[in-house]
Nanobody, 123 residues
Framework: QVQLVESGGGLVQAGGSLRLSCAASGGTASSIAMGWFRQAPGMERVFVAGVGWTDSSTNYADSVKGRSTISRDNAKNTVYLQMNSLKPEDTAVYYC????????????????WGQGTQVTVSS
């Protein structure tokens, strides 16, 4: 079993920034792809960004391209999502996710989920 723990969510004004963190532990956490999904109330969970664990490949949803950067620290088994120029439509619960590959992750093939961290962007 792999455990994923998110942190860094909060309340920010439109145009502000947040950095989300996801720490993985247990199982083979260092050998899996990791990334982020988000889910707004009444809507389905959608892919935001992902990064391969053994290489530097990344993928982003069109909605956050140019505003967000995903990165990884293999020594800490931690993935980060830096979000800038936040908009009210970014408001959602953000979930860390892990899967067998970046290709799988970006298409919703998920092996493990974190509990989520709330991001609220006020206008």
């Amino acid at each position: 079993q792999v455990q994923l723990v998110e942190s860094g969510g909060g309340l920010v004004q439109a145009g502000g920034s947040l950095r989300l963190s996801c720490a993985a532990s247990g199982g083979t956490a260092s050998s899996i792809a990791m990334g982020w999904f988000r889910q707004a109330p009444g809507m389905e969970r959608v892919f935001v960004a992902g990064v391969g664990w053994t290489d530097s490949s990344t993928n982003y949803a069109d909605s956050v391209k140019g505003r967000s950067t995903i990165s990884r620290d293999n020594a800490k088994n931690t993935v980060y999502l830096q979000m800038n120029s936040l908009k009210p439509e970014d408001t959602a619960v953000y979930y860390c996710a892990a899967g067998p590959s970046l290709w799988d992750l970006s298409r919703g093939r998920i092996g493990y989920w974190g509990q989520g961290t709330q991001v609220t962007v006020s206008s």
